[in-house]
T-cell receptor, first 111, second 114 residues
């Protein structure tokens, strides 16, 4: 069966520090991969999605970037975090059936 | 661009009663998918139900059912016999499938009153 791993679960980082969140998927090939951000009590904002290795679509101009070095690995990065980068980050995957399956999320607090 | 709108930021229902959550969407496509996701306090996103636009029959999963009105671009979720464990944020979502992205509404917070 397919599983998705996202880590870390919680992260507290100072302003100006770098960020790397990692997501890996098992049990499927060539999935679509997504990074979403969710502010407290709000909806999901799509940040990046990828349909293949090295193929990244950015939905919102911001301080973040994404990379997909392997088929089932998706990384969210920042060179210098801002206070406004705080939030709950969710990784997800989907295939042709269209519904997305989500990781457990990372709660990022920038201080 | 496709958009999904949930006009009810909050809803509440008595335990064992029925509640309906509303969702409308905007698309020029004829073939697509619609979903309802549940996000409990743990914040894990859980797929509740899915609907293919080409199917006229409304999807049902146990106590959860949808009312899909393609012409009206409406996709509501009905929860029957509400249980305390149904308390969560509920998100409506749209996708064209394949290599297309999944777009979410802003969510409806559902409270179950005992």
């Amino acid at each position: 069966s397919q599983t998705i791993h996202q880590w870390p679960a919680t992260l507290v980082q100072p302003v100006g520090s770098p960020l790397s969140l990692e997501c890996t998927v098992e049990g499927t090939s060539n999935p679509n991969l997504y990074w979403y951000r969710q502010a407290a009590g709000r909806g999901l904002q799509l940040l990046f999605y990828s349909v293949g290795i090295g193929q990244i679509s950015s939905e919102v101009p911001q301080n973040l970037s994404a990379s997909r070095p392997q088929d089932r690995q998706f990384i969210l990065s920042s060179k210098k975090l801002l206070l406004s980068d705080s939030g709950f980050y969710l990784c997800a995957w989907s295939v042709r059936a269209a519904e997305a399956f989500f990781g457990q999320g990372t709660r990022l607090t920038v201080v | 661009a496709q958009t999904v709108t949930q006009s009810q930021p909050e809803m509440s229902v008595q335990e064992a009663e029925t509640v309906t959550l509303s969702c409308t969407y905007d698309t020029s496509e004829s073939d697509y998918y619609l979903f309802w996701y549940k996000q409990p306090p743990s914040r894990q996103m859980i797929l509740v139900i899915r609907q293919e636009a080409y199917k006229q029959q409304n999807a049902t999963e146990n106590r959860f059912s949808v009312n899909f009105q393609k012409a009206a671009k409406s996709f509501s979720l009905k929860i029957s016999d509400s249980q305390l464990g149904d308390a969560a944020m509920y998100f409506c979502a749209y996708s064209r499938g394949g290599a297309q992205k999944l777009v979410f509404g802003q969510g409806t917070r559902l409270t179950i009153n005992p």
